[in-house]
């Protein structure tokens, strides 16, 4: 069975950095997309970032180009998402999640779901 444990998790300046991971015990990395979305209270859970099966193609939501970071370790089974120049906007729950769908940033495809970790941006 497929379990993911987000971790990493806490609270950061403005401007410093986190390294969230993600155990993906259980799951194909060969035939699943793997992303990591975020969450605060009373919003839509919005994509953030993805990674192919592959590893051959990286995905992300333009309000973090250039500051996260997401990689992965197959023979780990591992994700990671690092996360710099941290802006108090990001704060937020993140999830990372599994997905067999095409489109990596389609919520709708990712089956597998992880608990969350919380991430806390201070100005």
């Known amino acids: 069975q497929v379990q993911l444990v987000e971790s990493g998790g806490g609270l950061v300046q403005a401007g410093g950095s986190l390294r969230l991971s993600c155990a993906a015990s259980?799951?194909?990395?060969?035939?699943?997309?793997v992303g990591w979305f975020r969450q605060t209270p009373g919003k839509e859970r919005g994509f953030v970032a993805a990674?192919?099966?592959?590893?051959?193609?990286?995905y992300y939501t333009n309000s973090v180009k250039g500051r996260f970071t997401i990689s992965k370790d197959n023979a780990k089974k591992m994700v990671y998402l690092q996360m710099n120049s941290l802006k108090p906007e990001d704060t937020a729950i993140y999830y990372c999640?599994?997905?067999?769908?095409?489109?990596?940033?389609?919520?709708?495809?990712?089956?597998?779901w992880g608990q969350g970790t919380q991430v806390t941006v201070s100005s």
């Open positions: 259980g799951l194909s990395f060969s035939s699943n997309t």
């Open positions: 990674i192919s099966s592959r590893g051959d193609s990286t």
């Open positions: 999640a599994g997905s067999t769908s095409y489109t990596p940033n389609n919520r709708d495809g990712y089956r597998y």
